[in-house]
């Protein structure tokens, strides 16, 4: 079945540090992922995302990456700062059964950057 | 500025009654989505509708309808057939294409029911 999993609920890194966020998707036929960040309270914003015909894409300060064959994709958050905590979703952009599409989301990673 | 408005912030109901969740956009999508979100959960898809006129149940529907009479509206009523109400909804909105476009959300209304 479709779902979209994270190896850690939370990430606690100092400030200036890298961050690696991961996440483990399942459907082999999802051709669209996207991170996004939530602060407490707020509605989720995009960060970045990435089509299934590339491995890495770059933004500022971030690197998303996509490993096929082992259906896994990564958000690499350089030189963390405190206004980076939050909790990390990835979502997966699925076909339903009526062909429409929808992103299926995984529960989260929550970001701690410590000064 | 374009975006995505939701009204109220905070909405607290007594059990039994109905409450309806306004989600505004002005971004011309034709697609928009309601999402709930349950503490330290991930966002589970309620309805999502891809045109006027038009919407599909997604994981989470029973107890939820909605309606989109306007491009640019797509309001959420939360009924009291729905047993646990209380959560955090979130309401988005995408391009629709040949290729997949990312959602844009909404603040999010916080609704308590008790």
């Known amino acids: 079945g479709e779902s979209v999993g994270l190896h850690l609920p939370t990430l606690s890194v100092q400030e200036g540090d890298n961050s690696i966020i991961n996440c483990a998707y399942s459907n082999s036929a999802s051709d669209y992922f996207i991170w996004y960040k939530q602060e407490s309270g707020k509605g989720p914003q995009f960060i970045i995302d990435?089509?299934?015909?590339?491995d890495k894409r770059q933004g500022q300060r971030v690197t998303v990456l996509l490993n096929k064959t082992v259906k896994h994709l990564s958000l690499q958050i350089a030189a963390t700062q405190p206004g980076d905590s939050a909790v990390y979703f990835c979502a997966e952009n699925t076909l339903t059964q009526g062909g429409s599409e929808k992103l299926v989301f995984g529960k989260g990673t929550k970001l701690t950057v410590n000064p | 500025d374009g975006g995505i408005t939701q009204s109220p912030k905070y909405l607290f109901r007594k059990e039994g009654q109905n409450v309806t969740l306004s989600c505004e956009q002005n971004?011309?999508?034709?697609?928009m989505y309601w999402y709930r979100q349950d503490p330290g959960q991930g966002l589970r898809l309620i309805y999502y509708s891809q045109i006027v006129n038009d919407f599909q149940k997604g994981d989470i529907a029973e107890g939820y309808s909605v309606s989109r009479e306007k491009k640019e509206s797509f309001p959420l009523t939360v009924t009291s057939a729905q047993k646990n109400p209380t959560a955090f909804y979130l309401c988005a909105s995408t391009m629709t294409g040949l290729t997949p476009y990312e959602q844009y959300f909404g603040p999010g209304t916080r609704l308590t029911v008790t």
């Open positions: 990435i089509r299934s015909n590339m």
């Open positions: 971004l011309n999508h034709d697609a």
